[in-house]
C-alpha cells in the first residue's frame, strides 16, 4: 500500500495510475478504522481497481463543543488493517492545511434545507463541513466511484444530492450499516461508552426493530414513534430525535407506504451521541 501525504504527491501517483485506464474509488474516513469502515473498502475493491482511502479528521465538521480533539487517532493500527485488506492507497494528509490551505480562504458547499433536519438540527453546520471536505477529496482524488456507509444515511443522501450536481460521472455506491453482534452498529464513538453504556447501546437497534415490527403490523406513524420513544427513554436514552421519513428524506402522510420508508433515530448516552436507522422495506 502507498502511503501519502501530501496531495501533490498524489496527484502523481494518480496521474500515472489513470494513464491504465483503472478505475479509481475512494473511501473517505476519519480513520480509528472498524468492520464498518472495511465493508466499504472490500465494497470498493469489488467494483473497481485501484482503492483510495482517506483518514481525515475534518475540522469543519465538528462543532465548537463537540469531540474533535478526542476523536480516536489510531493510524498505525489502522494503516496494518487497510494493508491486509489490499487498500492500494492511503491518503493521510499531514495536516489540515493540506486540505484547507490557510492562504484560501474556505468555500463551503451548503447542504441546503436537508442539512438542517434530523442530525443538522442540533449540529448547525455540521452537513456544510462534511459536504465541503468530500467536495475537496472528490476534487483532489477525482476518483469514478465513491463509497459511503448507510449508517449516515443523511450523510450519504446530501453527497449524493452534491455529486449529481458537481460531480455527474461519479459513482456513489451506499453499504449496508454494519452491527456487532448485539446489533448495536459500529462506530468510532462507541469507544467513549462506559462498561454500563455498552450493556444498554444495543437497546437502540432493537428498539428500531421493534418500531419495524410495529410498521409491519400495520400502525400508524405518529403510533411507532411514539412507541419506540418511550421504549428508548425506558432504556436509559436520551432521545434527540426519532424519524419516519420516505428514503428521499421527506416527512411523509403518516399512512403513507409508496416510497420505501426509514426510521430514523439520534441518541445520547450519557455525553455520547449515537446515530442509527431502519429502512422498512
Ligand atoms: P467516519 O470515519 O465515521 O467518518 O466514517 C467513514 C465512513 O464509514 C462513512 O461513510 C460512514 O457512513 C461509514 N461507516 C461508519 N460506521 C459504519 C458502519 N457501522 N457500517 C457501515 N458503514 C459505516
Given at each position: 500500500?502507498?502511503?501519502?501525504?501530501?496531495?501533490?504527491?498524489?496527484?502523481d501517483?494518480?496521474?500515472?495510475?489513470?494513464?491504465?485506464?483503472?478505475?479509481?474509488?475512494?473511501?473517505?474516513?476519519?480513520?480509528?478504522?472498524?468492520?464498518?469502515?472495511?465493508?466499504?473498502?472490500?465494497?470498493?475493491?469489488?467494483?473497481?481497481?485501484?482503492?483510495?482511502?482517506?483518514?481525515?479528521i475534518?475540522?469543519?465538521?465538528?462543532?465548537?463543543?463537540?469531540?474533535?480533539?478526542?476523536?480516536?487517532?489510531?493510524?498505525?493500527?489502522?494503516?496494518?488493517?487497510?494493508?491486509?485488506?489490499?487498500?492500494?492507497?492511503?491518503?493521510?494528509?499531514?495536516?489540515?492545511?493540506?486540505?484547507?490551505?490557510?492562504?484560501?480562504?474556505?468555500?463551503?458547499?451548503?447542504?441546503?434545507?436537508?442539512?438542517?433536519?434530523?442530525?443538522?438540527?442540533?449540529?448547525?453546520?455540521?452537513?456544510d463541513?462534511?459536504?465541503?471536505?468530500?467536495?475537496?477529496?472528490?476534487?483532489?482524488?477525482?476518483?469514478?466511484?465513491?463509497?459511503?456507509?448507510?449508517?449516515?444515511?443523511?450523510?450519504?443522501?446530501?453527497?449524493?444530492?452534491?455529486?449529481?450536481?458537481?460531480?455527474?460521472?461519479?459513482?456513489i455506491?451506499?453499504?449496508?450499516?454494519?452491527?456487532?453482534?448485539?446489533?448495536?452498529?459500529?462506530?468510532?464513538?462507541?469507544?467513549?461508552?462506559?462498561?454500563?453504556?455498552?450493556?444498554?447501546?444495543?437497546?437502540?437497534?432493537?428498539?428500531l426493530?421493534?418500531?419495524?415490527?410495529?410498521?409491519?403490523?400495520?400502525?400508524?406513524?405518529?403510533?411507532?414513534?411514539?412507541?419506540?420513544?418511550?421504549?428508548?427513554?425506558?432504556?436509559?436514552?436520551?432521545?434527540?430525535?426519532?424519524?419516519?421519513?420516505?428514503?428521499?428524506?421527506?416527512?411523509?402522510?403518516?399512512?403513507?407506504?409508496?416510497?420505501?420508508?426509514?426510521?430514523?433515530?439520534?441518541?445520547?448516552?450519557?455525553?455520547t451521541?449515537?446515530?442509527?436507522?431502519?429502512?422498512?422495506?
Amino acid at each position: 500500500m502507498i502511503f501519502v501525504q501530501s496531495k501533490e504527491e498524489l496527484d502523481d501517483i494518480l496521474k500515472k495510475i489513470r494513464k491504465n485506464s483503472n478505475i479509481i474509488s475512494l473511501v473517505p474516513t476519519m480513520g480509528n478504522l472498524h468492520a464498518g469502515h472495511l465493508s466499504l473498502i472490500k465494497i470498493a475493491k469489488k467494483n473497481s481497481t485501484k482503492v483510495v482511502t482517506s483518514i481525515f479528521i475534518n475540522p469543519l465538521q465538528f462543532g465548537k463543543n463537540e469531540d474533535y480533539n478526542d476523536y480516536p487517532r489510531t493510524i498505525e493500527s489502522d494503516k496494518r488493517k487497510l494493508e491486509k485488506l489490499g487498500c492500494d492507497i492511503l491518503f493521510y494528509p499531514k495536516s489540515n492545511e493540506e486540505i484547507f490551505p490557510k492562504k484560501q480562504k474556505i468555500k463551503l458547499i451548503s447542504s441546503g434545507d436537508v442539512g438542517k433536519i434530523l442530525c443538522g438540527r442540533k449540529r448547525p453546520g455540521h452537513f456544510d463541513g462534511v459536504l465541503t471536505v468530500v467536495y475537496k477529496l472528490f476534487s483532489i482524488i477525482k476518483p469514478n466511484l465513491a463509497v459511503f456507509g448507510a449508517k449516515d444515511y443523511q450523510q450519504q443522501f446530501l453527497i449524493r444530492k452534491m455529486s449529481i450536481n458537481l460531480f455527474p460521472d461519479l459513482k456513489i455506491i451506499t453499504g449496508k450499516i454494519i452491527r456487532d453482534r448485539l446489533g448495536l452498529a459500529l462506530s468510532s464513538r462507541n469507544n467513549y461508552l462506559s462498561y454500563k453504556e455498552k450493556q444498554i447501546a444495543p437497546f437502540f437497534f432493537k428498539s428500531l426493530q421493534s418500531g419495524y415490527e410495529l410498521y409491519k403490523t400495520g400502525k400508524n406513524f405518529p403510533y411507532i414513534i411514539e412507541k419506540v420513544k418511550n421504549l428508548l427513554i425506558s432504556e436509559g436514552f436520551d432521545v434527540d430525535y426519532l424519524e419516519i421519513r420516505n428514503t428521499e428524506l421527506k416527512l411523509t402522510n403518516f399512512q403513507n407506504r409508496d416510497l420505501k420508508n426509514i426510521l430514523l433515530g439520534s441518541v445520547k448516552l450519557g455525553e455520547t451521541r449515537l446515530i442509527d436507522n431502519i429502512e422498512f422495506n
